[in-house]
Nanobody
Framework: QVQVVESGGDSVQVGGSLKLSCAAS??????????MAWFRQAPGKERELVSD???????TYADSVKGRFTISQDNAENTLYIQMKSLKTEDTAVYYC??????????????WGQGTQVSVSS
C-alpha cells in the first residue's frame, strides 16, 4: 500500500514564498523510487507539470517556474520538496505530488497525492 501526502499549501501575497512537501509511505514494503514530480491544476485548467526529478537526478521545470521554483528530494525517505519563490497570482492552483515507485523487479507505477492548495493574491 502506497500513500502520498502533500503539505505546506497556504495563502500568500504576490512575491511571497512557500515550501511544499510530499511524503510517500509504503507501509514497510520495499519500493524502488523511479522519480517524483509536482503537478498543479488551476480552476478551469488542465493539470500541468511543474517540476520533475528522476532517479538519475535529471530535473525539469515548466518554463513558467524556471528560476523561481526549486525541486529537491530525499530518496531515502521518499520525500519530495519544492521551494517556491517570487510567487505570482498565476501560481494559484492545487499542487499535486506524483511518486513513481516500483516494487523490486517490477515496473514503475505512478501514485498521486490528494493535493494541497496554494493561493497567491495581490
Amino acid at each position: 500500500q502506497v500513500q502520498v501526502v502533500e503539505s505546506g499549501g497556504d495563502s500568500v501575497q504576490v512575491g511571497g514564498s512557500l515550501k511544499l512537501s510530499c511524503a510517500a509511505s509504503t507501509s514497510g514494503d520495499i519500493f524502488r523510487n523511479c522519480g517524483m514530480a509536482w503537478f498543479r491544476q488551476a480552476p478551469g485548467k488542465e493539470r500541468e507539470l511543474v517540476s520533475d526529478i528522476r532517479s538519475d537526478g535529471t530535473i525539469t521545470y515548466a518554463d513558467s517556474v524556471k528560476g523561481r521554483f526549486t525541486i529537491s528530494q530525499d530518496n531515502a525517505e521518499n520525500t519530495l520538496y519544492i521551494q517556491m519563490k517570487s510567487l505570482k497570482t498565476e501560481d494559484t492552483a492545487v499542487y499535486y505530488c506524483a511518486a513513481d515507485l516500483a516494487r523490486l523487479g517490477g515496473l514503475c507505477h505512478r501514485y498521486w497525492g490528494q493535493g494541497t492548495q496554494v493561493s497567491v493574491s495581490s
